[in-house]
Every structure is written in C-alpha cells, then in structure tokens.
C-alpha cells in the first residue's frame, strides 16, 4: 500500500497495534487529502510572507534599516522554523487519524499530538446503524464525507471525518455487520 493511500480495501502488508492474529483488515481509511489543502496553503503564505512583508518594513518602519543583518537573519529563521513545525504538525495529525475495519471490529485511531492519542474500537456485532453525510460542493466533486457508526450502550459512537467515498465504506461495513451477526 502506497504511504498516502487514504482508502484501501483489504490492504496487504497493514497491521495496528492491538489487531488479533486471525483479524483481518478489511478497510483502511484516512481523511481526504483534499482536507489538507487549507494547511498547504496557508504554509506557502507562509514561505512567501517574508519575501514580500520585509521590503515594505523598511519603507515604513524608521527603525528597520538601521537593525543589524544578523536581526533579520535570526527572525528569519525563527519564522521558517514556525512554518515547518506548523507544516509538520498538520501533516502529522492528517497522516496518523486513520480509521481501520477488520472483520471483527471497527477501530479508530486518533492522534492529537505528538504525545497523545486516543484509540476507540466496538465489535462489529454492536453496530446498530450506519449512515454517513455528504455537504457541499468540494465534497460532491471531490467525493467525500463523514461517516457516521452508531453503536449499543455505552460502547463509544464512531465518526470517520472526511473519509473518500463513503457510499462505498457503509455498503462495506454493512456487509460485515451482516457476515458478524450471522
């Protein structure tokens, strides 16, 4: 499986930490890379801003053209320094989130940051509905949505933000409910 890959269908070579030795990964999901977007964006401003914001200083501020080159070049690289650890951190929390069905349970992994993650998992057979919601033009064109898994009692709720094809993820998962309850 490709290290982006954000929706595979029993994925080879695929495994989480707590998954049983006759478990079997049925569906791997990721959020849309499309939902990274934003973040990309933001950090190319962000590269740029400098290039285009420091010559306007100088016109502007009396002070600037008289500060040392080693001020500008230590602001410099504290500002290139933000925009990569903002770049990484994004990158990181789209990469890590992932969403994995086995034939026996739906599993949701949820990094929230380097430190911290949260790991949800209910058994398939106490799946009681499914549904998922498709909003806007970006996710018609780009096909995608959040999916929705209601479980029994206390077990928690599942919901795979921004999953591709989520027409597709609840046929699958419904096919396993069934197979599981059989």
């Known amino acids: 499986m490709p290290p982006l890959t954000c929706f595979a269908v029993s994925p080879a070579g695929v495994r989480f930490e707590t998954q049983e030795k006759d478990e079997h990964i049925i569906l791997f999901l990721r959020q849309h890379p499309i939902?990274?977007?934003?973040?990309?964006?933001?950090?190319?401003?962000?590269?740029?801003?400098?290039?285009l914001v420091f010559p306007f200083l100088k016109d502007f501020l009396p002070f600037a053209g008289s500060l040392p080159a080693g001020y500008a070049i230590v602001g410099s690289v504290f500002w290139y320094l933000v925009t990569f650890g903002f770049a990484?951190?994004?990158?990181?929390?789209?990469?890590?989130n992932i969403y994995v069905v086995t034939n026996e349970r739906i599993v949701d992994i949820d990094f929230i940051h380097l430190l911290y993650k949260e790991f949800s998992e209910a058994q398939l057979t106490n799946v009681q509905d499914i549904s998922y919601k498709r909003a806007g033009i970006f996710a018609s064109?780009?096909?995608?949505?959040?999916?929705?898994?209601?479980?029994?009692?206390?077990?928690?709720n599942f919901e795979f933000l921004a999953v591709p094809r989520p027409s597709q993820v609840i046929t699958i998962i419904s096919e396993l409910i069934e197979e599981a309850r059989r």
């Open 141 to 156: 064109l780009f096909n995608f949505g959040n999916v929705f898994v209601q479980t029994a009692g206390t077990f928690p």
């Open 35 to 51: 939902i990274f977007a934003p973040a990309a964006l933001i950090v190319i401003l962000l590269i740029i801003a400098p290039i």
């Open 88 to 96: 990484i951190v994004n990158f990181l929390r789209w990469y890590f």
